[in-house]
């Protein structure tokens, strides 16, 4: 159980963190540009420590290496909005910050865990969240408070990912099994506090949140859109191609 519940923590920043790699040399300004690939950087690095833990509870001799280029498609538990395409920098940025603001949250209740091993990791990802979140949030304002071109941009990718945050906080018996031995949170109990922090920001950037069915399951059991398929062939290619190769 708890090996699932790793692959998910590391999946979803190994996911973005190549997402967001993907705008290195190509963001609308070199700040920004630098700063996409920190945030990038920090997220595999993430993600490498939640991939190792995993593969020590597995207890198989696969490492995070191992799990992330020799797995497919289907073995991969990241939600499905953090393998949805760039877009446009709005687009991104505001994927960057409903995924730091719920990483805020959930790390900071993991950071609580019985497991002290899988505690020490949440509280120091937990630093790093913060400043994606800041950052992010940031950006959020300027864009959605900016120019009717720079709003509208922004609305539309509010409409577009705002239903792919249902699968945060969706849960299965993986988490059932973790939180009556105290190792993880209930999900459940932290979607108020993030769509709260989400809302306030919105407000702020003067978007409007949509209505309608969010979406609540897929990634998390390795049913994923058509995009992740692509990606994994991509980030994957060089370990697959020179199997055991060091450098």
């Excluded at 497919?72 to 409903?98: A, H, K």
């Excluded at 950006?139 to 900016?146: A, E, N, P, S």
Aim: with cysteine; proline share 3%.
């Amino acid at each position: 159980m708890l090996f699932n519940y790793l692959l998910r923590l590391g999946d979803d920043r190994l996911v973005l963190g190549h997402r967001l790699s993907e705008w290195c040399g190509h963001g609308p300004i070199l700040e920004e540009d630098i700063a996409a690939a920190n945030i990038a950087l920090d997220l595999l690095g993430q993600a490498s420590m939640f991939l190792k833990y995993a593969g020590e509870v597995e207890g198989k001799g696969r490492d995070a290496d191992a799990l992330a280029y020799w797995r497919d498609e289907t073995q991969f538990r990241n939600v499905q909005l953090v393998e949805l395409p760039n877009g446009d920098y709005g687009f991104t940025i505001l994927r960057q910050f409903l995924v730091s603001a719920w990483a805020y949250h959930h790390l900071g209740a993991l950071a609580a865990s019985a497991d002290e091993t899988l505690a020490g990791m949440a509280a120091k990802a937990l630093k790093e969240t913060r400043y994606h979140l800041r950052h992010s949030a940031e950006w959020v304002v300027r864009l959605g408070d900016g120019t009717d071109e720079s709003h509208g941009r922004m609305q539309r990718a509010l409409d577009e990912l705002w239903p792919w945050t249902g699968e945060l906080s969706w849960q299965h018996e993986v988490d059932a099994a973790l939180r009556s031995e105290g190792i993880v949170p209930d999900l459940a109990a932290l979607r108020g506090p993030f769509e709260a922090m989400a809302k306030e920001q919105f407000a702020r950037a003067t978007l409007v949140l949509p209505d309608g069915p969010m979406r609540m399951t897929g990634g998390r059991l390795g049913r994923h859109t058509e995009h992740l398929g692509h990606m994994l062939a991509e980030m994957q290619i060089v370990a697959r191609s020179h199997p055991g190769a060091q450098w």
